[in-house]
């Protein structure tokens, strides 16, 4: 069927088109099939339906297919029914219980990085991966896969090292620590991290405050070699593309399979040439890990499928049920952490935290010797070598090396949540923090966010503050005070839970 093209200047992620019903009813399609689009290029692409946006006799195409194919207002294009791609008997057979050869996930792994799939498609993927988790040869399968269906970066030097939190606890700041203290130890470390999902901010996000963060895959090479370690976003890279892909449909999903985790953590580090890879995994009430069990059950998995990839993993099984540090935030994350790269001056749990992993990546490094790291990684804090190493960093990544805790800007609408009664802190969630700083604006609005000004097992009076709302919008401030006073993220010893009146029988 010839129908003329009528451009849809929409970015939807995948390639798909719109039909007029008429149009779909006579050449065979329902919603969901595919079509090939033919005239200099040939395209198959995602149907979908409607009775008036578009007339009959046309047809409608998204950004990505416009991009692809270059067709004009007012151009014919041929279109003709298509099979669905061979990825989705695979998915199939995934549901149906089946295990899969590398060859059927080298396709799969395809035909997600070419928008071949749809998200309902994808979605059957990873639900059935969920209730039914892959097995080791499988993860390591898919993890090669989804490496090789992106960039790679090849570094001539070794050793390559890396670090990676499975985040879920608020205020983890801890990688603008541990990248200028092994850069300063004569050691690579690409850093290519995240910008926050779900959280208040993540890695990229803070440090897209000191310096831009979106470079391609030769840049993040180059700039490596030349100073020792980057702190990036991995989003604009094309590193294994499939993962984001995924990720994408898991979040509204709100699963995270356990093969997919694994896989997403090491094609991510695979990628960049990581050789020596440190994992954070925080454990506790809030985080993704309920327990210390929980954690070495994930540490022995990702160390084995470090194995299998040829990558030396060791894990960092932490604290992880209140937050790292006082601020959750970018802005605010920042100052802390300069701060402390500054005058040595800051929480505990930051710096601590900070050296133990950046010390177990230095003796991984072969740069301090076993039982040394920790006492090496405190020393290049104190001497000023990981400062001025950061400078180097946020120099060469395009922002200002002079910067200092003291200019950076935070939100200038503020409110403090007090103690509601006398006693010590028994419980803060991190949940319930995180929420907080996202109505005030955070990620995106990078002054907003919360300083913690006690935090668990620590007293308080009643009236005291508890926490700060930082926020650039009045109205933004406006919605966390509310919901931070109607749902408190802090539960003080002898103070009200709940008023319950009397109660009748019905």
Request: aromatic share 4%.
């Amino acid at each position: 069927m010839q129908l003329k093209v009528q451009p849809i200047d929409i970015k939807v992620g995948k390639y798909k088109v719109i039909l007029n019903t008429i149009d779909a009813k006579e050449l065979g399609v329902n919603k969901g099939d595919r079509v090939r689009i033919k005239n200099h290029t040939t395209l198959t692409a995602i149907v979908d339906f409607t009775e008036d946006m578009i007339s009959p006799g046309m047809i409608g195409l998204y950004h990505e297919v416009q991009e692809q194919l270059q067709r004009e207002w007012t151009e014919i294009v041929e279109v003709e029914p298509a099979k669905k791609p061979k990825s989705t008997r695979i998915i199939r057979k995934v549901m149906d219980g089946f295990k899969l050869e590398r060859d059927e996930i080298n396709e799969l792994v395809k035909d997600i990085v070419e928008e071949n799939l749809d998200d309902i498609e994808l979605a059957a993927f990873l639900t059935a991966t969920y209730i039914r988790d892959l097995s080791e040869d499988e993860t390591e399968w898919l993890t090669k896969a989804m490496i090789d269906t992106g960039e790679r970066i090849e570094f001539s030097s070794s050793p390559i090292m890396d670090k990676h939190s499975i985040g879920g606890v608020p205020g983890n700041k801890i990688t603008l620590l541990i990248v200028p203290i092994v850069a300063a130890n004569s050691l690579l470390i690409p850093k290519t991290s995240s910008r926050a999902i779900t959280g208040a901010g993540g890695t990229a996000d803070l440090m897209e405050v000191l310096a831009p963060v979106e470079f391609t895959a030769q840049q993040i090479k180059e700039m490596t070699e030349k100073v020792g370690g980057v702190i990036v976003w991995g989003g604009a890279t094309n590193i294994a593309p499939a993962d984001d892909k995924l990720i994408k449909i898991e979040y509204p999903l709100s699963i995270d399979p356990h093969c997919q985790l694994l896989a997403s953590i090491m094609a991510k580090k695979g990628a960049v040439g990581a050789q020596k890879v440190v994992m954070d995994l925080p454990t506790g009430a809030g985080t993704k890990l309920p327990d210390i069990k929980a954690g070495r059950k994930l540490a022995r998995d990702l160390i084995s499928l470090g194995e299998r990839l040829g990558m030396d993993v060791d894990c960092a099984i932490t604290y992880g049920a209140s937050p790292v540090g006082r601020t959750v935030g970018p802005a605010l994350e920042v100052i802390e952490a300069l701060k402390v790269l500054e005058t040595m001056e800051g929480p505990n749990s930051l710096i601590e935290k900070s050296a133990v992993i950046a010390g177990m990546l230095l003796e991984m490094g072969g740069v301090a010797a076993k039982g040394q790291g920790y006492d090496l990684a405190i020393e290049t804090l104190k001497n000023g070598k990981a400062l001025a190493k950061l400078k180097e960093i946020i120099e060469i990544q395009g922002g200002n090396p002079d910067v200092t805790h003291k200019d950076i800007k935070v939100g200038e609408f503020t409110a403090e949540l007090t103690a509601p009664a006398n006693g010590y802190i028994l419980e803060f969630y991190n949940k319930r923090i995180i929420q907080i700083a996202r109505l005030a604006g955070a990620p995106n609005d990078k002054g907003a966010g919360v300083m913690i000004h006690k935090k668990r097992g620590q007293s308080v009076e009643k009236g005291q503050p508890v926490l700060t709302i930082y926020a650039e919008k009045k109205e933004k401030l406006a919605d966390a005070i509310k919901s931070a006073r109607e749902d408190l993220p802090i539960i003080v010893e002898g103070m009200l839970l709940e008023k319950v009146g009397d109660i009748t029988e019905i």
